[in-house]
């Protein structure tokens, strides 16, 4: 395992010795899962951009998309746990 000094305000660290007093770990746990958390969030953040400039993408050469009435119930279905088959692409662009 690496060190890493990190310079903290007065207020982030006594929030953060707090709040871990209260989740019943270390200060330094509570702030290597907060710096793991939203590391992992930035990285699914990024994913799913680079995802919907892809499909967007893949849209506009393919000229294909969804209804968004036929993907509003397919995940309506899904929600209460019905099986549906899942909405095909239909051609939006000639």
Excluded: C
């Excluded at 929030?15 to 793991?36: C, D, E, N, W, Y």
């Excluded at 939203?38 to 499909?55: I, L, P, S």
């Amino acid at each position: 395992m690496s060190t890493t000094s990190l310079k903290l305000p007065q207020d982030v660290k006594q929030l953060a010795v707090t709040v871990a007093k209260h989740q019943g770990i270390s200060p330094h746990a509570f702030m290597v899962g907060a710096i793991r958390t939203a590391a992992t969030n930035a990285q699914k953040r990024e994913q799913f951009v680079a995802d919907a400039v892809a499909a967007r993408t893949a849209s506009v050469e393919s000229g294909e998309g969804y209804a968004a009435e036929d993907v509003h119930a397919y995940l309506r279905a899904r929600s209460r746990g019905e099986s549906m088959h899942k909405p095909k692409a239909k051609v939006w662009r000639k």
